[in-house]
């Protein structure tokens, strides 16, 4: 099993930031992203990233977080700044191969609290 081991989250004002980082053991994977979950609502998107470097985002999040990578540390990170309340979930990174527009392989991290509360 791939391990993903992540950092960075905690409380934080609304306004501040957080940069969130996911090292992943063993092989460097086509997409790298992050996901987070509030609770009672499902796991939804936030952001992915290819090899390449081409970037995705939620809509909600555009504009105040970056997702990169270092394929040669096999790690992804999650810059999030102007953080909001609804921001308030636990995040989780992932990993996998997209081939013709499909992730296999997917490996999820442990998850990391992120907490936008005044």
């Known amino acids: 099993q791939v391990q993903l081991v992540e950092s960075g989250g905690g409380l934080v004002q609304p306004g501040g930031s957080l940069r969130l980082s996911c090292a992943a053991s063993?092989?460097?994977?086509?997409?790298m992203g992050w996901y987070r979950q509030a609770p009672g609502k499902q796991r939804e998107l936030v952001a992915t990233?290819?090899?390449?470097?081409?970037?995705k985002y939620a809509d909600s999040v555009k504009g105040r977080f970056t997702i990169s990578r270092d394929n040669a540390k096999n790690a992804v990170y999650l810059q999030m700044n102007s953080l909001k309340p609804d921001d308030t979930a636990v995040y989780y990174c992932?990993?996998?191969?997209?081939?013709?527009?499909?992730?296999?392989?997917?490996?999820w991290g442990q998850g990391t609290q992120v907490t936008v509360s005044s």
């Open positions: 990233i290819i090899s390449g470097g081409t970037t």
């Open positions: 992932y990993c996998a191969e997209r081939q013709w527009g499909v992730d296999r392989n997917v490996n």
């Open positions: 063993g092989r460097i994977f086509s997409i």
